[in-house]
């Protein structure tokens, strides 16, 4: 995990955020077409990087998706973070994502990972559980106040989350995600807006 260097570790805390924290804003990627962002998708990047995200970040990391990446590198721009590097944690990207595409559509539009695991329980085990090491990872790469942004993909974002915090989440839209706070070892989980 890359960590920006500079100073007290909790001085690039942000405003509002207690230091003894960690937190992780979790995003889905924007509107994409294969695996690069469609010209939608890079408009809806810079409109999230306007309005919607909380910089410093201590770490910026994608799935290694190129949809992710150029996702991640739109964002960071609008940070004013252009000289932080992206780390990629392929562990946030499933190695069985056709399987993840069979389950949800069996399971219906719309459907969280509890309709999956009705559908496929083995996959939805075992994914969140690897998923969610790696997110895990992420968090433990971060100094205390600190904060990364992260972009994925869907459902794998919430998979990652129940692995780790063992909290189900709705399904997230694209471009949309959720804030993953760490007090010592607990897991609080919000939407972002």
């Known amino acids: 995990m890359t960590i920006i260097p500079g100073g007290d570790e909790h001085e ?5 955020q207690d230091p003894g924290m960690r937190y992780v804003e979790l995003r889905r990627h924007s509107d994409s077409e294969g695996d690069r962002l469609t010209a939608q998708g890079v408009a809806e990047a810079e409109a999230i ?7 410093p970040y201590a770490a910026l990391v994608c799935s290694g998706a190129a949809r992710a990446t150029q996702m991640l590198e739109v964002l960071r721009h609008a940070a004013g973070q252009d000289d932080a590097p992206i780390t990629v944690a392929a562990g946030l990207r499933s190695s069985v994502e056709d399987r993840w595409r069979q389950a949800a559509s069996a399971a219906g539009k719309g459907a969280d ?3 999956m695991r009705a559908v ?3 996959l939805v085990e075992k994914e969140s559980l ?6 895990g990872q992420v968090v433990e790469g971060l100094h205390e106040g600190g904060r990364a942004l992260v972009v994925g993909h869907s459902p794998t974002n919430e998979a990652a989350v ?11 839209g694209k471009g949309n995600g959720v804030l993953l706070i760490e007090d010592g070892g607990d897991y609080r989980v919000e939407p972002l807006d």
């Open 120 to 122: 496929d329980p083995d």
């Open 12 to 16: 690039n805390a942000t405003t509002g």
């Open 49 to 55: 990087g306007r309005d919607r995200l909380d910089p």
């Open 162 to 172: 129940l692995g780790l915090a063992r909290q189900v989440v709705a399904p997230v």
């Open 113 to 115: 990972l509890e309709a």
């Open 130 to 135: 690897l998923l969610g090491a790696a997110l």
